[in-house]
C-alpha cells in the first residue's frame, strides 16, 4: 500500500479515516503529490525516505528576502536584479567581464551612487566599480583642486576638501595670454607660518605647457584665502620670491634667534638657499648660500627643516644610495654661515624629513625604485639619532606595511601622519610612465610608534590625491599639496585642469603584475579597460565639465 501524505495530519480525521484502497480514491494519496512538490522530493521516492532532490519550495518561500540581497541571491538571479535598478554588467564577445564578486559590489552600490550622479563623489564611486577586477588601475581626477585639507578623526576614514582651488586667470586665449590674476597652480611644498596661515611654494606651469607661470611662493591664510593686492584685489605672490628662477622644492620658517630675525628659508632645485624676512610682505629675498657640490656631483634636494637648535636640515637625494653621492642631509648653521654634509647609510629613496621635540630626525623612505621581488615594494620610515658625529639609522616598521612613497611627514600632539603618494617608482620613466611596480591610492597614514608592533593605519579616504608632494599642520587639520600628475615624455602636459574652468583630467596607472606579459594582449587589456573607463566618465561626469584622458599608451 502506498504511504499516505503526512498532511493528514493537520486535517479532520472525518475527512480521511475511511479512504478506499487503491486504486480508489484516496484523499492521503493525492496530498502526498503536493507534499512532494512543496518539499522538493522525487516522484519515485517515498516521502518517508526524506531525500530531497531540491529546495522545497516552502524553504525557497522563507528565503525570498534573500533573492533581493545583492550579497546572498544565487548568482544566476544576479542579472535579473541588478536590471531593476538600470544596471548591465559589460561584456566582450557575450563573456562577462566582471567576476561575481565585482557583479555583487556593483548591484549593491549602484543605488547609492545614483544619487551622487553628476558629483565628483559619484564619478569616483563608479569608477570604482568598473575597475574592480583583474587589472584594477588606480584612476584619480584632477579637477583643479590644488591645496587639499582633511581633519583626521579616530574610527572613521576623513574626507578630503579643497582649501585652495582658485588658480590663475589667462586672458588673450591659452598658452601664452597675459596673466590676468596670479594664484597656486602646482603647489610643491607647504609649511606653517606663525601668524597660522601657510606658506606654499608652487613650482609653475610646466615649460612644455608656454603658460608664462613660473615658480612662486605664496601666503595663504588658514581658511584658504590668498594675500591680495591691486584694485580689484587679485592674488599676489611674496614679492620676495622673484628672485627664485628655477622650482622651489622645500620651504621652512626659522624663528628669531641667534641675532637673525625670523625668516622664511627657500630652497630651490639647484640647491639655492634663500632668506626672507619677516614680515615678509614688501621684502626681497636673498640668498644665503648654495649647497649644491662642485665638480660633476648633482644635488637634488627634496625636504628641508628648522632642527631643535635653529640649523637648517635639507634632505638631499644625490645621485641615489650605492653611488659616490648617497642620500645625505646637509646642515646649515645661520650665523656664522657654515655647511656640512652627512650621508645617510641605510636610505635608498628620501622623500621626506621631520625633526622630533627630542631632536631625532625621522625620514620617509621610498625604498628601492626597481624592485627585483615583492620585499622591496614597501617604503619604510627611519628613524635618525645624532650624537656628536656618530649617526644611527633604524627603520622603524616592519619589512611588510603599507607605505609606498612617504612624501610627507608630521606630528601634531605627538601622532604621527605620513603623506603616501602610493606609487612606485615615485618618478615615472619615461617608457611605460603609467605602468608601474605599485599603484596605490595616495592616503594619509597615522602610524603609532608606541604601539607593539607599530601600527600604520590609513585615516582618510582614497581616490582624491592625484600626486601628493607635501603636508603640513594647520590647527587641528592636515593640509595636503598636490601638484597633480607630472609631465612625461610624449608631448602630455597635464596641466590644463589648474588652468580651464570645469576641466577633468583622468589619470590612469596600472599594475605591472596585473596585466598580460606578452605586448600585444597587454595592449588589448589596456585599450579595453580605457576604453571602459573613457565610457563611464563621459556618461558620468558633471553636465558642465570638459575632460581630458591624460594616460596614454
Known amino acids: 500500500m502506498?504511504?499516505?501524505?503526512?498532511?493528514?495530519?493537520?486535517?479532520?480525521?472525518?475527512?480521511?479515516?475511511?479512504?478506499?484502497a487503491p486504486p480508489g480514491f484516496s484523499l492521503g494519496a493525492f496530498l502526498r503529490i503536493f507534499e512532494k512538490v512543496l518539499t522538493g522530493i522525487d516522484d519515485d521516492v517515498e516521502v518517508s525516505h526524506g531525500d530531497h532532490a531540491h529546495?522545497?519550495?516552502?524553504?525557497?518561500?522563507?528565503?525570498?528576502?534573500?533573492?533581493?540581497?545583492?550579497?546572498?541571491?544565487p548568482a544566476e538571479f544576479l542579472p535579473y536584479l541588478a536590471s531593476w535598478v538600470g544596471l548591465e554588467f559589460p561584456t566582450l564577445q557575450r563573456q562577462p567581464l566582471w567576476d561575481e564578486y565585482q557583479q555583487r559590489k556593483a548591484t549593491a552600490e549602484i543605488a547609492s551612487i545614483e544619487r551622487q550622479r553628476g558629483l565628483?563623489?559619484?564619478?569616483?564611486?563608479?569608477?570604482?566599480?568598473?575597475?574592480v577586477g583583474q587589472t584594477h588601475p588606480r584612476v584619480v581626477l584632477d579637477d583643479g583642486r590644488r591645496l587639499l585639507v582633511t581633519k583626521p578623526a579616530r574610527g572613521r576614514l576623513a574626507p578630503i576638501a579643497g582649501l585652495v582651488t582658485q588658480g590663475p586667470?589667462?586672458?588673450?586665449?591659452?598658452?601664452?595670454?597675459?596673466?590676468?590674476?596670479?594664484?597656486?597652480?602646482?603647489?610643491?611644498?607647504?609649511?606653517?607660518?606663525?601668524?597660522?596661515?601657510?606658506f606654499v611654494g608652487d613650482i609653475g606651469a610646466p615649460s612644455a605647457s608656454g603658460v608664462p607661470l613660473k615658480s612662486r611662493v605664496f601666503r595663504i591664510s588658514a581658511t584658504g584665502g590668498y594675500d591680495l593686492t591691486g584694485t580689484p584685489p587679485k592674488p599676489q605672490p611674496l614679492v620676495g620670491s622673484d628672485v627664485i628662477q628655477v622650482p622651489v622644492v622645500a620651504l621652512a620658517v626659522r624663528p628669531a634667534g641667534d641675532g637673525l630675525p625670523e625668516n622664511l628659508y627657500i630652497v630651490d632645485r639647484s640647491g639655492k638657499v634663500f632668506a626672507l624676512p619677516a614680515p615678509y610682505t614688501g621684502k626681497t629675498a636673498t640668498q644665503v648660500t648654495t649647497v649644491a657640490p662642485g665638480g660633476n656631483t648633482t644635488i637634488a634636494p627634496v625636504a628641508m627643516a628648522v632642527d631643535t637648535n635653529g640649523d637648517l636640515l635639507i634632505l638631499d637625494r644625490g645621485d641615489g644610495s650605492g653611488t659616490t653621492n648617497p642620500p645625505k642631509i646637509i646642515t646649515i648653521k645661520p650665523s656664522p654661515l657654515t655647511v656640512t654634509r652627512?650621508?645617510?647609510?641605510?636610505?635608498?629613496?628620501?622623500?621626506?624629513?621631520?625633526?622630533?621635540?627630542?631632536?631625532?630626525?625621522?625620514?620617509?623612505?621610498?625604498?628601492?625604485?626597481?624592485p627585483t621581488g615583492p620585499e622591496q615594494l614597501p617604503g619604510n620610515l627611519v628613524r635618525i639619532t645624532r650624537s656628536g658625529t656618530t649617526w644611527t639609522e633604524a627603520a622603524l616598521l616592519p619589512a611588510a606595511n603599507p607605505l609606498v612613497a612617504p612624501t610627507g611627514l608630521v606630528q601634531p600632539g605627538g601622532r604621527l601622519y605620513v603623506l603616501d603618494a602610493g606609487l612606485k617608482p615615485f618618478s615615472p620613466p619615461n617608457v611605460d610612465p603609467f605602468l608601474l611596480n605599485v599603484a596605490d591610492p595616495a592616503v594619509v597614514y597615522a602610524v603609532d610608534l608606541q604601539a607593539s608592533p607599530v601600527t600604520v593605519t590609513p585615516v582618510t579616504e582614497p581616490g582624491n590625491i592625484v600626486y601628493p608632494t607635501g603636508l603640513a599642520t594647520s590647527g587641528d587639520r592636515l593640509v595636503i599639496c598636490d601638484p597633480g600628475q607630472p609631465e612625461v615624455a610624449g608631448g602630455v602636459v597635464p596641466v590644463w585642469s589648474r588652468l580651464l574652468p570645469c576641466r577633468i583630467d583622468v589619470v590612469i596607472h596600472f599594475l605591472v603584475a596585473r596585466v598580460p606579459a606578452d605586448p600585444d594582449e597587454?595592449?588589448?587589456?589596456?585599450?579595453?579597460?580605457?576604453?571602459?573607463?573613457?565610457?563611464?566618465?563621459?556618461?558620468?561626469k558633471p553636465a558642465h565639465g570638459m575632460w581630458n584622458l591624460v594616460t596614454e599608451f
Open 55 to 73: 529546495p522545497a519550495i516552502t524553504e525557497l518561500v522563507a528565503r525570498q528576502h534573500e533573492l533581493f540581497d545583492p550579497w546572498r541571491t
Open 522 to 540: 597587454r595592449s588589448a587589456v589596456l585599450r579595453q579597460v580605457v576604453g571602459t573607463i573613457r565610457t563611464v566618465v563621459e556618461q558620468r
Open 2 to 20: 502506498a504511504e499516505l501524505s503526512s498532511y493528514l495530519r493537520h486535517l479532520p480525521p472525518v475527512l480521511w479515516s475511511g479512504d478506499p
Open 342 to 370: 652627512k650621508n645617510l647609510t641605510t636610505v635608498v629613496e628620501p622623500l621626506s624629513l621631520l625633526v622630533q621635540a627630542d631632536g631625532k630626525l625621522i625620514v620617509g623612505d621610498g625604498g628601492n625604485q626597481a
Open 169 to 198: 586667470v589667462l586672458a588673450g586665449g591659452l598658452p601664452t595670454g597675459a596673466v590676468v590674476s596670479d594664484g597656486l597652480i602646482r603647489p610643491q611644498c607647504v609649511t606653517p607660518a606663525p601668524d597660522g596661515g601657510l
Open 120 to 131: 565628483r563623489s559619484g564619478l569616483n564611486r563608479y569608477l570604482d566599480l568598473y575597475t
